[in-house]
Every structure is written in structure tokens, then in C-alpha cells.
């Protein structure tokens, strides 16, 4: 399968801002429904927002109106602005295929985002 690399974590304090990017060279991706997905340390794997083929955004209702989720089909790349962060968001976040029935492939190796005072 096509590989995912992610990429923009890092240590931010609570209230702070991160900026998320996610890229592929799979000539499929515009097609796709893209999710990202985060893993806590003590969680599953779970479902934090996904952009349909044709640019519907979806949110877990955890988001609360903080973070965006876009692509950019050209560059084969999908975005997660990460805002109002709180420590509660620490996980390593991951991108693949998801939403509106895609399920996900291959897993790349995440980004980590540690959100602490």
C-alpha cells in the first residue's frame, strides 16, 4: 500500500496551537474519504474528524468546534488544525482513509502531541 507519513507534532503547552500534515503519494487520494485518528496512552484508537471526497468535514464530538481537517488533492496532502488544546489531547495522532464507509489501510508511524503545563 501507499505509504502515510505524518508529521507537525510536538510538546505545546494548554491553549496552544498545532498545525498537522499528513502526506501521500497514492494517485487514489482524491477519491478517498481522509480521517485522522488519535491514540492516548491509556485509550483506543479512535476517530477524530474526516474529509469526504467531495470536502464534507466531520467531527468527533470531542472537537468542540477546535480543530479543521482539509487536503490539498494536488500535493496528496491532508491538514489537522489543532487549536485550544488541552492535555486531555496528548496522543499520537494518525491520518489513513476513513469516513463515509472507507476503512483504514497500512498505518504509518503517527505524529505525537503531548499538550502539558
Known amino acids: 500500500q501507499a505509504q502515510l507519513v505524518e508529521s507537525g507534532g510536538g510538546l505545546v503547552q494548554p491553549g496552544g496551537s498545532l498545525n498537522l500534515s499528513c502526506s501521500t503519494s497514492d494517485s487514489r487520494f482524491s477519491i478517498y474519504s481522509m480521517a485522522w485518528y488519535r491514540q492516548g496512552p491509556e485509550s483506543q484508537r479512535e476517530l477524530v474528524a474526516y474529509?469526504?471526497?467531495?470536502?464534507?468535514?466531520n467531527y468527533a464530538d470531542f472537537v468542540r468546534g477546535r480543530f479543521r481537517i482539509s487536503r490539498d488533492n494536488f500535493k496528496g496532502t491532508l491538514l489537522l488544525l489543532l487549536t485550544r488544546l488541552t492535555p486531555e489531547d496528548t496522543a499520537v495522532y494518525y491520518c489513513?482513509?476513513?469516513?463515509?464507509?472507507?476503512?483504514?489501510?497500512?498505518w504509518g508511524q503517527g505524529t505525537p502531541v503531548t499538550v502539558s503545563s
Open positions: 474529509i469526504t471526497s467531495s470536502g464534507s468535514m
Open positions: 489513513n482513509r476513513g469516513g463515509a464507509g472507507w476503512v483504514p489501510g497500512s
